[in-house]
Structures are given as structure tokens and as C-alpha cells.
């Protein structure tokens, strides 16, 4: 069965400082990845995701992830934090709940990542 | 192009009562999930479907219904609802092809009193 393993529930970095926030699966089928974000009082809105291809892939408000099949790591990161980006981050793993049904989503138990002025 | 809509966006119900979470779709998306989200546990999955007329269980189905009529609707029902099923709720959708992301609604904040 698939899981996600977000290390750190709670992340702080000061503004201006790199952001790396750790996420770690178990898939059966090769894995479609995905990060997700979440502002407070709203839904989820897609980061980024990981296909097949590429393994560094780019997303929205200059975050990027790369994909480590040997290491089964899927880590978030962004050069240069912004305060705009205090938020909650979820790592998800889409693979079958049982023997051909479709992909579903499985999700970690989030990070929630603080921006200090 | 409101995307996934979800009514209502509160809602505080007495334990034994029952209700239906409203959640719909103008993206003409086959696949509708339904996730409950608890502090610390992240989003967990109720049922899911991959087309009208066809519904299947999640990771978390116990004391909840669902049906699809329509590709555009997709109600999650709570037959009795217990304080356990105090959380938040939403509704995702995507196309066919799990290489796309679901998009997902605003969520229901539900209180079981």
C-alpha cells in the first residue's frame, strides 16, 4: 500500500533563507507525485507535481521538487523565502487503493511552514 | 469557470442528525473525491468516483453515503453523524489520467455537537 512521510510538522525559516521541506513514499506502481498547498481557510491548490520525465520539476511561486526514485524522495524546496508563502504544504502520492482501481491520492500529514520577518 | 463548488461552507449539527454535503463540478471531470481533513492526519479519503453511476469506498467510509447521478454532482451523505465526524471536508475532481492533479473545492467546516 502507498504512504507519505512528511518529516516536520512544523518548519520556520527566516525570510530570505531556503525552504526544504521533506517529504519521503512508498508507492507499488511507479509513482505519480504531487505538492500541494493549502492557505488558511481555503482548499488545496497544486504546487507542483511529478509525472514521468524530468525529475527536477518546476511550479508556481518559484518552488521545485525533485524526484530521487533510489531514495523514494519527493523534497520541496525554494531558494528565498517569502512571507507570502506561510503556509500549510502537503506531499501526495497517487497510486491504486487495490489491485485495479483507479489512482488515488494518498496525502502526508502536512507541514506547516512559518516565514519569520 | 467556478471550478469545484462546495455547499454549505459551515455547518453545526446535533449528534443523531443527518445531512448532505453539496459538492459540483462545471469542468465536465469524470473523477470526484471526497477527503476529510483532520489536524495532523492531513487529507484522508472517503469515496471516490470514476464516473456517473459509479461510486467506490476510501480509506475512511464508515457512517458515510455517496451517489452520482450526474458527472457534475457528487453529494457525500452523513446518516447519523457522530462527533467523530467533526472536520473538514472537501470535494476534488480531475480529469481521467492520474497524471493530472485534482482540483479541489473551499471545503465544509462541520461541527458534530
Known amino acids: 500500500a502507498q504512504s507519505v512521510t512528511q518529516l516536520g510538522s512544523h518548519v520556520s525559516v527566516s525570510e530570505g533563507a531556503l525552504v526544504l521541506l521533506r517529504c519521503n513514499y512508498s508507492s507499488s506502481v511507479p509513482p505519480y507525485l504531487f505538492w500541494y498547498v493549502q492557505y488558511p481557510n481555503q482548499g488545496l491548490q497544486l504546487l507542483l507535481k511529478?509525472?514521468?520525465?524530468?525529475?527536477l520539476v518546476k511550479g508556481i511561486n518559484g518552488f521545485e521538487a525533485e524526484f530521487k526514485k533510489s531514495e523514494t524522495s519527493f523534497h520541496l524546496t525554494k531558494p528565498s523565502a517569502h512571507m507570502s508563502d506561510a503556509a500549510e504544504y502537503f506531499c501526495?502520492?497517487?497510486?491504486?487503493?487495490?489491485?485495479?482501481?483507479?489512482?488515488?491520492?494518498?496525502f502526508g500529514s502536512g507541514t506547516q511552514l512559518t516565514v519569520l520577518p | 469557470n467556478a471550478g469545484v463548488t462546495q455547499t454549505p461552507k459551515f455547518q453545526v449539527l446535533k449528534t443523531g442528525q443527518s445531512m448532505t454535503l453539496q459538492c459540483a463540478q462545471d469542468m465536465n471531470h469524470e473523477y470526484m473525491s471526497w477527503y476529510r481533513q483532520d489536524p495532523g492526519m492531513g487529507l484522508r479519503l472517503i469515496h471516490y468516483?470514476?464516473?456517473?453511476?459509479?461510486?467506490d469506498q476510501g480509506e475512511v467510509p464508515n457512517g458515510y453515503n455517496v451517489s452520482r447521478s450526474t458527472t457534475e454532482d457528487f453529494p457525500l451523505r452523513l446518516l447519523s453523524a457522530a462527533p467523530s465526524q467533526t472536520s473538514v471536508y472537501f470535494c476534488?475532481?480531475?480529469?481521467?489520467?492520474?497524471?493530472?492533479?485534482?482540483?479541489f473545492g473551499s471545503g465544509t467546516r462541520l461541527t458534530v455537537v
Open positions: 476534488a475532481s480531475r480529469p481521467p489520467g492520474a497524471r493530472y492533479g485534482y482540483t
Open positions: 501526495a502520492v497517487s497510486d491504486h487503493l487495490t489491485s485495479g482501481s483507479a489512482r488515488q491520492l494518498t
Open positions: 511529478y509525472t514521468t520525465g524530468a525529475t
Open positions: 468516483s470514476v464516473g456517473a453511476g459509479i461510486t
